[in-house]
């Protein structure tokens, strides 16, 4: 495909772009230049793109630009995170499983799939930012900790309510996920509570390799993670493992550890079930103050964030061998 031209105009090129281009045309003042944008995210590709029209118009007889973009298909894999009932921190485990996936070294982004209640903004420090769209494709928006996000919470304002029937909730998840993800691995969706149509059309449209299911230690959260899991097992999706959050309250003053909650709950669950244990998170105030201040445990090395790190490390482990 290269003209007699091309190799001129390429050679002509900044290294980094002219790396990029596979084939390259001169014909009747036009510039037609294919640019390989594997590994590039969206934002990077529009950049390339650019930087190639405004390099190839300023050499003598181009007067049009044609890119073609080509990229290796990513094999990204969806990480659902589930809970039978609200109140247990699914969306917390989310972001913080995200966050340290993302510090592990993984490509990974974040879909807050909890339509009528998105916290995914408060917590990964994306409040007030609204996605951009490119060829009908929603662009996710870059959290400061390493990862792509995309929320209803970023979409619509703040305090307005979201009185959505279920297809065009479904319908909205569907954006959300089909969004442009350039070279993300892996995709956490973080699931709003209980069994119903987005949950439903998750599983039938866009087909998790796996489910983490959250709960606290207490019998009733228990009883509905416990159907969580059943949706999942019957719609063919595996569970990775089971986390209890909300595992032990240590009192910051006197340092006595306590269990409103109860202990050790999911665990019997999980191995009455034969499913994994992935781990416990204990309940402190750190992980609610930084949660409300928009920095996930995560992001560091404290006690809390190291809770959070090991759980990801054995997903990981998981999708490394399923």
């Not at 390429?10 to 036009?30: C, F, M, T, Y």
């Not at 009528?116 to 490119?134: C, D, H, N, V």
């Not at 390493?146 to 305090?159: K, P, Y």
Request: hydrophobic share 45%; proline share 6%; aromatic share 4%.
């Amino acid at each position: 495909m290269t003209g007699s031209n091309g190799d001129d105009l390429k050679a002509a090129l900044p290294p980094a772009l002219a790396a990029r281009v596979s084939a390259l045309r001169l014909a009747d003042g036009v510039a037609t230049v294919v640019a390989d944008v594997s590994g590039l995210d969206a934002i990077e590709r529009e950049r390339t793109e650019a930087a190639l029209r405004e390099a190839l118009l300023a050499r003598e007889g181009v007067s049009e630009v044609r890119v073609a973009m080509t990229a290796d298909k990513v094999q990204r894999r969806i990480i659902a995170v589930g809970s039978g009932k609200g109140g247990v921190g699914k969306s917390t485990l989310s972001a913080n499983l995200a966050v340290a996936m993302a510090r592990m070294g993984r490509k990974v982004g974040l879909v807050d799939a909890d339509i009528y209640g998105p916290s995914q903004p408060r917590l990964l420090q994306t409040e007030g930012i609204k996605p951009r769209a490119q060829d009908s494709k929603l662009i996710p928006i870059q959290s400061p900790f390493g990862l792509g996000v995309l929320s209803m919470g970023n979409l619509v304002e703040g305090d307005r309510a979201i009185a959505w029937r279920g297809p065009m909730a479904s319908g909205a998840l569907g954006q959300l996920i089909d969004a442009d993800w350039g070279d993300t691995e892996i995709l956490v969706v973080d699931l709003p509570p209980g069994t119903g149509d987005v949950q439903l059309t998750m599983l039938q449209r866009h087909k998790p390799a796996g489910a983490v299911i959250v709960s606290t230690p207490q019998d009733l959260a228990l009883i509905d993670a416990t159907r969580a899991m059943q949706l999942f097992n019957q719609a063919g999706v595996p569970v990775i493992g089971m986390v209890e959050n909300m595992a032990g309250y240590m009192c910051p003053h006197c340092g006595e550890v306590s269990d409103p909650f109860g202990s050790g709950g999911a665990e019997a669950e999980a191995a009455r079930l034969g499913e994994s244990f992935l781990g416990r998170v204990p309940l402190t105030i750190k992980i609610r103050q930084d949660s409300d201040a928009g920095q996930p445990p995560a992001a560091g090395d404290s006690p809390e964030g190291q809770a959070f790190a090991a759980i990801a490390k054995r997903v990981l482990t998981w999708l490394d061998n399923s």
